[in-house]
């Protein structure tokens, strides 16, 4: 196969694009940067199957050849980058999923959206299941992101009921794993970069909002699963692990696993945090027989090496910033 990956070189995107090369495919990775890391898949451009584009998919673009598949993995995904960046989050959503979409049509193509566990917004109902509509504010914080995907999924309905276009649905819960950014501003890399610094860990609220969180290599059998299933037309999977925990005790648990001696404090809860957070995967089961084989446990203590190793290259880095200031201080 043939596949095209947009966010390709972000956290989930990059790991997506090393299992469709273990697979056989041609690899076509387009991504803006302005989330995603070149570094992320770095080891992969010496592959004579695989390519990077660099490219902002909320400009149109064209890609000469045939493609089987059209991933459309590209948005800000993090709250503290959906509100950085509010505009080019919708535009993404909108403008991105209207160029992959017209692509995908123009090739025969299946087309996947990663979607995601906010277009739930604050459930009323738990655990959530594909069938649920959400309770989302429109005009919220948290709106850019949660009305960008919602708009995405109203998007690809359309083209597949007008046009046919084969799709499918990932919505993703709570994925965690190597290539997170250390300042993603999610709660799991929050706390593991806190906890690996002897800081105070932050929980916000009184932490007893919960999530499930998923293993990025879990995740991505999932995804690849979905992609591949034979069924024609419409598919909306939710993808996540539905093993609830408060914030609270997974802070307990990262501060057990590193061995930090930090201590926990309690932040204001941000406006619209969602209270509840977990999948129901009974659809998962039935049409892909998928479900999350790595524990909690055990995925952070797989998570843990790479937070060691990309906590002592930035401050390898700053040290380095900060000596070089120092020194043009003293040319000065």
């Given at each position: 196969?043939?596949?095209?990956?947009?966010?390709?070189a972000?956290?989930?995107?990059?790991?997506?694009?090393?299992?469709?090369?273990?697979?056989g495919?041609?690899v076509?990775?387009?991504?803006?940067?302005?989330?995603?890391?070149?570094?992320?898949?770095?080891?992969?451009?010496?592959?004579?199957?695989?390519?990077f584009?660099?490219h902002?998919?909320?400009?149109?673009f064209?890609?000469a050849?045939?493609l089987?598949?059209v991933?459309?993995?590209?948005?800000?995904?993090?709250?503290?980058d959906?509100?950085?960046?509010?505009?080019?989050t919708?535009?993404v959503?909108g403008?991105?999923?209207?160029?992959?979409?017209?692509?995908a049509?123009?090739?025969?193509?299946?087309?996947?959206?990663?979607?995601?566990?906010?277009?739930?917004?604050?459930?009323?109902?738990?655990p959530?299941?594909?069938?649920?509509?959400?309770?989302?504010?429109p005009?919220?914080?948290?709106?850019?992101?949660?009305?960008?995907?919602r708009?995405?999924?109203?998007?690809?309905?359309?083209?597949?009921?007008?046009?046919?276009?084969?799709?499918?649905?990932?919505?993703i819960?709570?994925?965690?794993?190597?290539?997170?950014?250390?300042?993603?501003?999610?709660?799991?890399?929050?706390m593991?970069?806190q906890?690996l610094?002897e800081?105070?860990?932050?929980?916000?609220?009184?932490?007893?909002?919960?999530?499930?969180?998923?293993?990025?290599?879990?995740?991505v059998?999932?995804?690849y699963?979905l992609?591949?299933?034979?069924?024609?037309?419409?598919?909306?999977?939710?993808?996540?692990n539905?093993?609830?925990?408060?914030?609270?005790q997974?802070a307990?648990?990262?501060?057990?696993v590193?061995?930090?001696?930090?201590e926990?404090?309690?932040q204001?809860?941000?406006?619209?945090?969602?209270?509840?957070?977990?999948p129901?995967?009974?659809?998962?089961?039935?049409?892909?027989?998928?479900?999350?084989q790595i524990?909690?446990l055990?995925?952070?203590?797989k998570?843990?090496?790479?937070?060691?190793?990309?906590l002592?290259?930035?401050?390898?880095?700053?040290?380095?910033?900060?000596s070089?200031?120092?020194t043009?201080?003293?040319?000065?």
């Amino acid at each position: 196969m043939r596949t095209l990956v947009t966010g390709g070189a972000g956290f989930v995107g990059s790991h997506l694009c090393e299992r469709l090369l273990a697979e056989g495919h041609e690899v076509i990775c387009i991504d803006s940067l302005i989330t995603g890391r070149r570094e992320n898949v770095a080891h992969l451009e010496s592959q004579r199957q695989f390519t990077f584009i660099l490219h902002d998919v909320t400009e149109p673009f064209f890609v000469a050849g045939p493609l089987d598949a059209v991933l459309h993995f590209a948005s800000p995904a993090s709250p503290k980058d959906y509100l950085e960046h509010p505009i080019h989050t919708l535009k993404v959503g909108g403008l991105g999923t209207y160029h992959t979409l017209g692509l995908a049509k123009a090739k025969g193509a299946v087309f996947m959206l990663a979607s995601t566990s906010e277009v739930y917004g604050d459930p009323e109902v738990n655990p959530q299941p594909e069938t649920y509509w959400g309770h989302v504010n429109p005009v919220g914080p948290r709106s850019v992101y949660d009305e960008a995907k919602r708009y995405a999924e109203a998007m690809t309905i359309a083209y597949h009921r007008a046009h046919g276009v084969p799709v499918r649905f990932p919505r993703i819960f709570n994925t965690y794993g190597p290539r997170m950014r250390l300042n993603d501003g999610r709660a799991l890399p929050n706390m593991m970069s806190q906890a690996l610094r002897e800081e105070p860990v932050t929980v916000y609220g009184d932490g007893s909002q919960t999530r499930s969180f998923c293993y990025v290599s879990d995740l991505v059998e999932g995804i690849y699963r979905l992609l591949l299933n034979s069924a024609a037309g419409l598919l909306i999977v939710n993808l996540g692990n539905p093993e609830e925990v408060t914030l609270a005790q997974m802070a307990r648990e990262i501060l057990e696993v590193t061995g930090s001696r930090s201590e926990i404090v309690f932040q204001p809860l941000p406006e619209d945090d969602p209270r509840k957070r977990c999948p129901d995967i009974t659809r998962a089961k039935q049409i892909l027989g998928w479900q999350p084989q790595i524990s909690r446990l055990e995925g952070l203590n797989k998570t843990l090496p790479y937070f060691r190793e990309a906590l002592g290259e930035k401050e390898s880095g700053d040290r380095r910033q900060e000596s070089e200031k120092e020194t043009m201080n003293d040319e000065r």
